[in-house]
Each structure stands twice: as C-alpha cells, then as structure tokens.
C-alpha cells in the first residue's frame, strides 16, 4: 500500500532552520506531483508548498516564499522541505502528500486535490 513518511519536526528558536523529510513507498513517484501541508491546533490545514512530478517547478504559499525550499529526488523517492528563518507562526503539523492524479506540474495548494497524506511530523518554534 501507499505509505508516506515524515521525519525532521523540532523545536528551533525563531530564525533557525529545519529540514523535513518525506520518503514514500507503494507509489510510482516519479509521476505524482508532491506537497507539504501544515496544520496547527484549531486551524484548517493549508498547503505551504508543492512541486512538479519531475521537479522541474515548484509553488510556495506567500506566507513562506524566499524562507522554504521544497525538492524532490525520484532515485531515492524523497521529498524535502528546507524551512529557514523560522518564525514562531510556522509552529504546526507538517505533512506531506501526493498527489491524486498523474504527472502533476506542482500548481496546487488545495488540500482536496491530494489522495496520499503521511502521518505528520511536528515543528515548534520558539520566540
């Protein structure tokens, strides 16, 4: 079955960096395009960002454009997300998730477009 794994969640003082891993398992990688989505307590869960099928382009919420990285490699079946200048309201649940459909260009933050979600690795910053 599809499995999805994240590792990587700390506590970091605000203007730290962390970098969260995903690897997945039980699904042709390489031709699903991927996310990262966070979610706190009491609050939706919202997509940070995601990347094409083949890497080739990536969108990031504004909320963390210039601060957060996200790359994928399709040998090892990774996705990562490089998070720097963390600040106290990046504090939340991260998750990644795949795509529900094919060859996916990394265009959408909507959560109801992914099928695959891992079980979340949790990020504190402090102030």
């Known amino acids: 079955q599809v499995q999805l794994v994240e590792s990587g969640g700390d506590l970091v003082q605000a203007g730290g960096s962390l970098r969260l891993s995903c690897i997945v398992s039980g699904l042709a990688f390489d031709q699903y395009s991927m996310a990262w989505f966070r979610q706190a307590p009491g609050k939706e869960r919202e997509g940070v960002a995601t990347?094409?099928?083949?890497?080739?382009?990536?969108y990031y919420a504004p909320s963390v454009r210039g601060r957060f990285t996200i790359s994928r490699d399709n040998t090892k079946n990774t996705l990562d997300l490089q998070m720097d200048d963390l600040k106290p309201e990046d504090t939340s649940t991260y998750y990644c998730a795949a795509d529900g459909g094919r060859y996916g260009m990394g265009v959408s933050l909507n959560k109801h477009d992914y099928a695959y979600w891992g079980q979340g690795t949790e990020v504190t910053v402090s102030s």
């Open positions: 990347i094409a099928y083949n890497g080739s382009r990536a």
